[in-house]
């Protein structure tokens, strides 16, 4: 039987959750594959399954034939090709993703050449449409990230403004009563499916506030849940810099005195049942 790499996905309801501190964790195990090269965004898996889904979508007028047959043109989109009967276009980018992702595997599993047979994994920051979809054809690990919304506020303001630039969904036009609505809207989302997971074989919970508080118990948990060795070490590792923290520490409950009361009501309307379910201090 060939050996493959099994996936860990890592799941967030929205930056700033502590997805970049779990997979520097997770790097330091000799079981995992990683770049281990901050801040941890390189998703093969994610690149190669667009790379088929785009066979799927409605072609495109940026490009055509002369594009397609030029060997030094790197323009990829949609087939160029209008009503296609010969074959079905979802079915084949279906097959396409899975094979890619297999083959991907494999050549991991094979590179590195693992002695005595040991599970080695591939951990990867995935977005949602990609995750789903791999795990109904390949057995995959899931960690799910949680952090409490109204630190994820903060976390996200203060980031932002640190960079000097917007990210993380925050546009330009959004006041900061109409990003925490939208903060909320995915929280919520992301909350549904995560509950949805609780106690399955396959995914684990992992509480920012955790990790960073408590962080060697959380860390053994995930080392035995995986039934490998990981040699993080929380003081050697904290040089490695969060820039809106303090002295590159990670801060939980910030809300407490950074959040607007105008923001912490919005959040607490719209997430009270979340918050108090994962049983964050309410107030």
């Not at 520490?249 to 719209?270: A, D, G």
Request: hydrophobic content about 35%; aromatic content about 12%; overall charge positive.
């Amino acid at each position: 039987m060939k050996r493959i790499a099994t996936p860990i996905f890592i799941h967030i309801p929205q930056g700033r959750c502590g997805s970049t501190l779990i997979m520097k964790i997770l790097a330091s195990s000799p079981n995992v594959i990683s770049d281990n090269q901050y801040p941890f965004e390189n998703r093969y898996l994610t690149y190669l399954c667009k790379i088929a889904k785009i066979i799927d979508s409605p072609p495109s007028e940026n490009w055509n034939n002369t594009n397609l047959i030029n060997i030094n043109d790197r323009t990829l989109g949609p087939l160029p090709y209008k009503n296609i009967s010969i074959f079905n276009k979802k079915t084949l980018s279906d097959k396409l993703s899975i094979n890619l992702v297999s083959t991907f595997l494999k050549e991991l599993y094979h590179t590195h050449k693992p002695k005595n047979e040991i599970n080695l994994f591939y951990p990867e920051k995935i977005p949602p449409w990609n995750a789903k979809y791999i795990e109904k054809h390949i057995r995959c690990k899931n960690i799910f990230m949680i952090r409490d919304p109204r630190d994820i506020f903060v976390s996200i303001k203060s980031f932002n403004e640190k960079r000097g630039f917007l990210s993380f969904g925050w546009q330009i036009s959004d006041t900061e009563e109409a990003f925490a609505l939208k903060l909320c809207k995915q929280f919520k989302n992301y909350y549904e499916w995560f509950i949805n997971t609780t106690n399955k074989k396959d995914s684990l919970h992992v509480k920012y506030e955790d990790l960073v508080s408590n962080n060697k118990k959380e860390v053994d948990r995930i080392s035995k849940w995986l039934e490998i060795k990981i040699n993080y070490s929380q003081k050697e590792n904290l040089e490695s810099r969060h820039i809106s923290t303090k002295n590159g520490t990670p801060q939980t409950e910030r809300w407490v005195k950074e959040l607007p009361h105008k923001i912490l009501n919005i959040i607490n309307n719209e997430l009270e049942n979340e918050i108090k379910t994962l049983g964050y201090r309410f107030q």
